[in-house]
């Protein structure tokens, strides 16, 4: 009998796309699975997980937190692959040559960022290619109007040419830019069809919301799969269609029963975040939203912002700072059933839209005088290297228990959803998303003889997220163990902190 780098021994295996849910030992060489088996298998190294389960890792689709200490925190909610394509980077090339060099524990990748490629052709300054950058510069309007033919032509190239070095897709901020041509948008769509690469988008407004807008965003999103053909991704369909989900699920439906490819993700959380500069959080915007500056949590001071004059203020001087949002009431029966509604449509993917860290300077944050600190606060700096993390950061808690808790709550709220189908929906639903763009994602999210040895095993019954909003970077529970490419991240629940196994992941060139 031949034996193998490690053996898992005994777990209950759930591999989505077989429909495996059983006990089996699990052979692992070098980073793939090399065999399963209901028999005992032998290893150099042997690890009983009996009474555990062992899952394929989970991929995050939307995650801001593209930074060692960011990723540190997904690997300890059982992430093993974490893409920014929301925002995504440009250009592209840059991004994944400044991510290699301090190497990450999980994997990671990007879209292009139709966004940033905005603000370099239309505003005033580009910004740098990290998120902090893009951060800084989503409030400022330069970038955010109706580009004229020579401009849409440069677009469209520079978008060309980051598919070309690798970019897993196209990232469409349309809800940072209201007064963009929807014929923009199509045309980017229409891109994204030849390239067959699927576009992540933020949608615009939609039209209960704000009865003025170019086009109903949900709307707008169907209409370009119906006529470009391209896979048009939404994203955290949940924050955008607050209580009009079921209006926005049905276009969705009936857009994928005519053949047109949607697929839509959600978080399991009532609030949002982003910069406290974005357009649709101007006053006026908020109130078309029924909130109030107080439905906002400035981070870097932790303050509720208590007025207009303030958020006003707050957005002039710091227009990149991060505020957290309370679009829902999770205490409230009503608004907990609309999250669920989201989670529970067909094929949703679970995505934690993580958020930078920020440093809370008011609230005893102290970090090293060489750190690297953004207006906003968010943390660049150096420190990123230490874990457990030192005191004073803060994120939006989905960074550290989005998917603990979609997991946990799947199992607390009486669905009905199988702990298999929860799974799927964590790994092998985005995995599928992007193999068409990224070939390597046909390994990823399956446990099986030939898949990546991407792997986390967890107890069912203690899997829980930790973070909240006054800890936002408590780790979650129930997690034993992570894998990625066959190297242990997190081992007997400690993270280690010297591995870093993880690499980028990167669409074949277009």
């Given at each position: 009998?031949s034996?193998?780098?490690?053996?898992?021994?005994?777990?209950r295996?759930?591999?989505?796309?077989?429909?495996?849910?059983?006990?089996?030992?699990?052979?692992?060489?070098?980073?793939?699975?090399?065999?399963?088996?209901?028999?005992?298998?032998?290893?150099?190294?042997?690890?009983?997980?009996?009474?555990?389960?062992?899952?394929?890792?989970?991929?995050?689709?939307?995650?801001h937190?593209?930074?060692?200490?960011?990723?540190?925190?997904?690997?300890?909610?059982?992430?093993?692959?974490?893409?920014?394509?929301?925002?995504?980077?440009?250009?592209?090339?840059?991004?994944?040559?400044?991510?290699?060099?301090?190497?990450?524990?999980?994997?990671?990748?990007?879209?292009s960022?139709?966004a940033?490629?905005?603000?370099?052709?239309l505003?005033?300054?580009?910004?740098?290619?990290?998120?902090?950058?893009?951060?800084?510069?989503?409030?400022?309007?330069?970038?955010?109007?109706?580009?004229?033919?020579?401009?849409?032509?440069?677009?469209?190239?520079?978008?060309?040419?980051?598919?070309?070095?690798?970019?897993?897709?196209?990232?469409?901020l349309?809800g940072?830019?209201?007064?963009?041509?929807?014929?923009?948008?199509?045309?980017?769509?229409?891109?994204?069809?030849?390239?067959?690469?699927?576009?992540?988008?933020h949608?615009?407004?939609?039209?209960?919301?704000?009865?003025?807008?170019?086009?109903?965003?949900?709307?707008?999103?169907?209409?370009a799969?119906?006529?470009?053909?391209?896979?048009?991704?939404?994203c955290?369909?949940?924050?955008?269609?607050?209580?009009?989900?079921?209006?926005?699920?049905?276009?969705?439906e009936?857009?994928?029963?005519?053949?047109?490819?949607?697929?839509?993700?959600?978080?399991?959380?009532?609030?949002?975040?982003?910069?406290?500069?974005?357009?649709?959080?101007?006053?006026?915007?908020?109130?078309?939203?029924?909130?109030?500056?107080?439905?906002?949590?400035?981070?870097?001071?932790?303050?509720?912002?208590?007025?207009?004059?303030?958020l006003?203020?707050?957005?002039?001087?710091?227009?990149?700072?991060l505020?957290?949002?309370?679009?829902?009431?999770?205490s409230?029966?009503?608004d907990?059933?609309?999250?669920?509604?989201?989670?529970?449509?067909?094929?949703?993917?679970?995505?934690?839209?993580?958020?930078?860290?920020?440093?809370?300077?008011?609230?005893?944050?102290?970090?090293d005088?060489?750190?690297?600190?953004?207006a906003?606060?968010?943390?660049?700096?150096?420190?990123s290297?230490?874990?457990?993390?030192?005191?004073?950061?803060?994120?939006?808690?989905?960074t550290?228990?989005?998917?603990?808790?979609?997991?946990?709550?799947?199992?607390?709220d009486?669905?009905?959803?199988?702990?298999?189908?929860?799974?799927?929906?964590?790994?092998?639903?985005?995995?599928?998303?992007?193999?068409?763009?990224?070939?390597?994602?046909?390994?990823?999210?399956?446990?099986?003889?030939?898949?990546?040895?991407?792997?986390?095993?967890?107890?069912?019954?203690?899997?829980?997220?930790?973070?909240?909003?006054?800890?936002?970077?408590?780790?979650?529970?129930?997690?034993?163990?992570?894998?990625?490419?066959?190297t242990?991240?997190?081992?007997d629940?400690?993270?280690?902190p010297?591995?870093?196994?993880?690499?980028?992941?990167?669409?074949?060139?277009?």
């Amino acid at each position: 009998m031949s034996s193998h780098d490690l053996v898992l021994r005994g777990g209950r295996v759930i591999d989505p796309e077989t429909g495996l849910d059983g006990v089996r030992d699990i052979g692992i060489d070098g980073h793939s699975i090399s065999a399963m088996s209901a028999a005992p298998l032998t290893g150099a190294s042997v690890l009983d997980v009996s009474g555990l389960v062992v899952a394929p890792g989970f991929i995050d689709l939307h995650s801001h937190a593209q930074s060692l200490a960011g990723r540190r925190l997904q690997a300890c909610d059982g992430v093993t692959a974490a893409f920014d394509l929301e925002a995504g980077r440009t250009p592209v090339s840059q991004a994944y040559a400044l991510e290699a060099a301090d190497g990450s524990p999980i994997h990671y990748g990007f879209s292009s960022s139709w966004a940033a490629v905005r603000m370099a052709v239309l505003g005033d300054d580009a910004p740098a290619v990290g998120i902090d950058g893009m951060i800084s510069t989503l409030g400022d309007p330069s970038w955010q109007g109706p580009a004229n033919s020579d401009q849409e032509s440069m677009l469209l190239d520079l978008l060309s040419a980051d598919l070309a070095d690798g970019a897993i897709g196209i990232g469409m901020l349309m809800g940072y830019a209201p007064e963009v041509d929807p014929a923009e948008y199509l045309a980017v769509a229409r891109l994204a069809a030849q390239a067959d690469v699927p576009t992540f988008t933020h949608c615009r407004d939609l039209i209960e919301l704000n009865p003025e807008t170019r086009i109903d965003g949900a709307e707008e999103l169907v209409r370009a799969a119906s006529e470009t053909g391209a896979h048009m991704h939404h994203c955290h369909v949940n924050s955008t269609s607050g209580r009009h989900i079921d209006r926005v699920l049905a276009l969705v439906e009936r857009c994928r029963s005519e053949g047109g490819r949607v697929t839509v993700e959600a978080y399991p959380y009532g609030s949002g975040a982003t910069a406290i500069g974005a357009a649709f959080l101007a006053p006026d915007r908020l109130r078309q939203r029924g909130l109030l500056p107080t439905s906002l949590i400035y981070l870097p001071t932790g303050e509720r912002v208590a007025s207009e004059s303030r958020l006003s203020e707050l957005r002039a001087t710091d227009p990149g700072g991060l505020v957290i949002i309370d679009f829902f009431d999770e205490s409230a029966p009503a608004d907990r059933a609309v999250l669920r509604r989201s989670l529970e449509f067909a094929d949703a993917i679970v995505a934690s839209d993580a958020m930078p860290l920020v440093s809370a300077l008011s609230r005893g944050g102290r970090p090293d005088d060489d750190d690297e600190q953004s207006a906003s606060g968010s943390w660049l700096g150096r420190r990123s290297e230490e874990w457990p993390l030192p005191p004073g950061f803060i994120t939006h808690p989905r960074t550290a228990g989005c998917f603990s808790r979609a997991l946990r709550l799947w199992r607390e709220d009486g669905s009905g959803t199988p702990l298999a189908e929860a799974v799927r929906r964590c790994t092998l639903l985005p995995a599928q998303v992007l193999e068409s763009s990224t070939p390597a994602m046909r390994h990823k999210g399956r446990i099986q003889p030939g898949a990546d040895a991407d792997i986390v095993v967890f107890d069912p019954e203690a899997i829980s997220d930790q973070a909240t909003y006054d800890d936002s970077t408590r780790l979650s529970s129930g997690i034993r163990h992570v894998l990625v490419d066959g190297t242990f991240v997190l081992r007997d629940s400690g993270l280690l902190p010297e591995s870093r196994p993880g690499r980028p992941l990167r669409g074949s060139p277009r």
